[in-house]
């Protein structure tokens, strides 16, 4: 079993739909959960990052961990066409990251 | 956060040859990282380049066929020698910097933009 598993692509929706993505991990050390954005041909940019279960907002973006289910989310509100990337989730035992393999988001305009 | 370069962003090469990517920091950094980026495949971190001290490798890497160096805190170079087809990737450097704010432990890690290599 890989310690992330990560819900396969890819993922096409219309503009302004509410996108759910999801990971599974096996790890109980990790301790830090992080969704990466990564564009065509640019590297992963950091998008959000938690360490405790439960919910975090940041604008149209929503990162939740459940740590008792070894499962974090990313929830997208009202997707615009700029959030068409492949999401990474990753998550951390100290510096060093473990990731998933992408799911590659399309929205249509 | 970090500005990031790397050279070159894109080569084909022969098999049996032998590429240098280059890493470029605007910022001292401490920690420095090289992964691959695999088609279908995560992000898979190759070593850690800390300056001043060996690089140190993952599971399935060797400093042979991946020799790293890191002569000052702001620049890395990773080779990937003797190449072949399966070494097709795309080679990223990432660099540390320790968040700020109340969740100081958390060290957020930036990328550089890549190196998409293509073996013959």
């Known amino acids: 079993q890989k310690e992330v598993e990560q819900d396969p692509g890819p993922l096409s929706v219309p503009e302004g739909a509410i996108v759910s993505l999801n990971c599974t991990y096996s790890?109980?050390?990790?301790?830090?959960f992080m969704w990466y954005r990564q564009y065509s041909r640019k590297g992963p940019e950091l998008l959000m990052y938690?360490?405790?279960?439960g919910n975090k907002e940041d604008g149209r973006f929503t990162a939740q961990v459940d740590k008792s289910s070894k499962y974090i989310s990313l929830f997208i509100r009202d997707s615009q066409p700029s959030d068409s990337a492949t999401y990474l989730c990753?998550?951390?035992?100290?510096?060093?990251?473990?990731f998933g393999k992408g799911i590659t988001l399309s929205v249509r305009p | 956060s970090a500005v990031i370069s790397q050279k070159p962003s894109r080569d084909i090469c022969q098999r049996g040859t032998s590429l240098t990517i280059q890493c470029q920091v605007d910022?001292?950094?401490?920690?420095m990282f090289w992964y691959r980026q695999q088609p279908g495949q995560s992000l898979t971190l190759i070593a850690t380049?800390?300056?001043?001290?060996?690089?140190?490798?993952e599971s399935g890497f060797v400093i042979d066929k991946f020799p790293i160096s890191r002569p000052n805190l702001t620049f890395s170079t990773l080779t990937v020698s003797n190449m072949s087809p399966e070494d097709s990737s795309i080679y990223l450097c990432?660099?540390?910097?320790?968040?700020?704010?109340?969740?100081?432990?958390?060290?957020?890690?930036?990328f550089g933009p890549g190196t998409r290599l293509t073996v013959l």
């Open positions: 990432s660099v540390v910097f320790r968040g700020i704010g109340k969740q100081s432990l958390y060290n957020e890690q930036f």
């Open positions: 790890n109980s050390a990790f301790q830090y």
């Open positions: 938690t360490y405790s279960s």
């Open positions: 990753a998550m951390s035992v100290l510096s060093k990251l473990t």
């Open positions: 910022s001292q950094v401490t920690m």
């Open positions: 380049a800390n300056q001043g001290s060996e690089a140190t490798y």
